[in-house]
Every structure is written in C-alpha cells, then in structure tokens.
C-alpha cells in the first residue's frame, strides 16, 4: 500500500510519515501545493494507493482576514486533490475539524449530525468536505479535534500542550477559558487508528470494512481547556496549579467565534470495533515521552 501523506511536515503528516513507514511518500508543500492543479498532477506520476490530506491553513482568528487564502487551501485544495484521486483511482482521505459544528447541542457531536460553522476556518473545511464527499468516488472525510503532537502545529507556531508548559517554567500566569469544552487529541493516536482503520478499508486487516464517508477519529471523552490544562501539570507533577486562572471565553478579544462545545464521539468507529484510548492517557503518553 502507497500512501501519498500532503503536508508531510505539519503536526499530524509527520506522525503520519513515520507510522506508515515504508509505506509512506511524504509531501510538504515545497512538493505539492494543494492550491495549484497542476503542481497537484505529481500525484499522477507517483500514483499512490491512497492519498490523506493533511495540509490546511489552520490559522482561525486570521482566516477571517486572509479569507480568500483559508478557502484556497482548505476548498480549493480539497477539489484538486479529489480529481486527481479519480484520475488514478486511489483513495481520498480529508483531514477536517470539529469546528464544522457550532456547538450548540451541548454534548458530543456523532458522524451523522449536520454541521453549522460559525467561523471562516470551520466553513473553509466543511466546503473542503463537500468538495471531498461530491467529486471523490472513494473517500474518507477524518474528523479530529484539538490536535497536539511532537512537530507542533507550524501554522501556530506549536501546541497548546508545549505553550503551557513554557509559560509555567516562565513563572508567568495562565488565563485558560474554562467554558469551551472539545476533545484534546494526540496526533501519535490519529496516526496509529488511521493506519488500522486504512488496513481494514483496503482490505488488509481483519475485521468489518469500513464504508466510504464521514468518521470522527479523537481521543474518547473530552474537557474544557482549564481541565485540560491543569491535568498537564498534575501528569508532570508540577506545582503549577496557582499559576492557572479560569476566565470565561468571552473575555478573549479574539476575530473567530469559536463553538463552545465542540466535543467529538467516535461513534462509527467503534461500531467497527476500533477504540480510542481516552485522552488523558493519550496526554500522560505523550508527556512521559
């Protein structure tokens, strides 16, 4: 199985490229740009079994500036990306965000509800799943949330995870909203589940087949920042708890609106038998490494 991972060098595609392995035919964006059909026409020459799309611009508050630019990468990409998937028949795999949803139903969101964005970056990516779901004829639309991982996000310069531990070793107070709840999420985790999940679709594991549509791929539960937050410090055993101080989102003065509970369930993939561990081992995991 080749598998064309775009976006090879952001916070996800690079777990992806070292849990493929050999596998794997990592592509950053000196390689590929998404935005450009024919710079997207290498895919036609390398002819990957499955191409996962991982490149997006991910910047929220800044996409309702740069609009033009949030939708080039994150819709326009998804269209040319698709095509060519049809071109030499491979699967199209569509990394999106539980900011497809506006929160409003106050507990966690399943595959089957319908989205609402309330940001440009949430729309840019629906549209970009649209896009997936109407000119892809083998597609998985992947949705994660609140991602973490070693490489850091490039578009925002880190993680949430590496930020607050600079800021507790800085001595500096943290204001952590306390009213936004989500699902934090490993990317090791993402990488590893898309694998087997991948393996069961192209028929190389053992278990059922997973349907082409939409799935939610996060880790199980889910918390507001401030918890997440202090169970940072509580993992590394750090007295840093005085340091935290909960303040309501509406304190931000931030350009996005951002839903106020955007929590994820994996409900069809653990019809399939596939299980997420829960984020805070997810979190502790990552912490010890």
């Not at 799309?53 to 309702?64: F, G, K, L, P, Q």
């Not at 985790?189 to 549509?213: N, Q, Y």
């Not at 299980?275 to 502790?284: E, I």
């Amino acid at each position: 199985m080749k598998v064309a991972i775009l976006g090879a060098n952001g916070q996800l595609g690079s777990d992806l490229v070292e849990t493929f392995g050999e596998d794997a035919i990592p592509l950053t964006s000196r390689d590929l740009d998404v935005t450009d059909p024919e710079r997207v026409k290498i895919l036609n020459v390398l002819k990957p079994d499955v191409i996962i799309n991982t490149a997006a611009y991910v910047r929220v508050d800044d996409a309702e500036v740069e609009v033009e630019k949030a939708f080039q990468v994150n819709t326009i990409g998804a269209l040319n990306v698709a095509k060519v998937c049809n071109e030499i028949d491979a699967v199209n795999v569509y990394i999106s965000t539980d900011y497809v949803f506006d929160g409003a139903k106050g507990e966690p969101y399943e595959e089957g509800d319908v989205p609402n964005p309330i940001n440009v970056y949430g729309l840019s990516k629906y549209t970009g799943e649209i896009f997936t779901r109407n000119y892809s004829k083998k597609y998985y639309i992947i949705r994660v949330a609140s991602l973490y991982g070693k490489a850091g996000a490039r578009g925002k310069g880190g993680n949430f995870v590496d930020f607050m531990i600079q800021r507790a070793k800085k001595r500096e107070g943290i204001k952590v909203v306390d009213d936004v709840f989500m699902s934090p999420t490993c990317t090791k985790d993402v990488s590893i589940m898309l694998k087997r999940f991948l393996d069961l679709g192209l028929g190389l594991g053992l278990g059922i087949k997973p349907a082409f549509g939409v799935y939610h791929m996060v880790n199980e539960g889910y918390c507001n920042w401030y918890e997440f937050t202090r169970e940072i410090f509580t993992v590394l055993g750090w007295d840093a708890q005085n340091q935290i101080i909960p303040i309501r989102s509406s304190e931000l003065k931030r350009l996005a609106r951002r839903p106020i509970f955007s929590a994820l369930r994996n409900t069809k993939l653990d019809d399939l038998g596939l299980k997420m561990r829960t984020w805070k081992d997810a979190l502790r995991e990552y912490l010890m490494e």
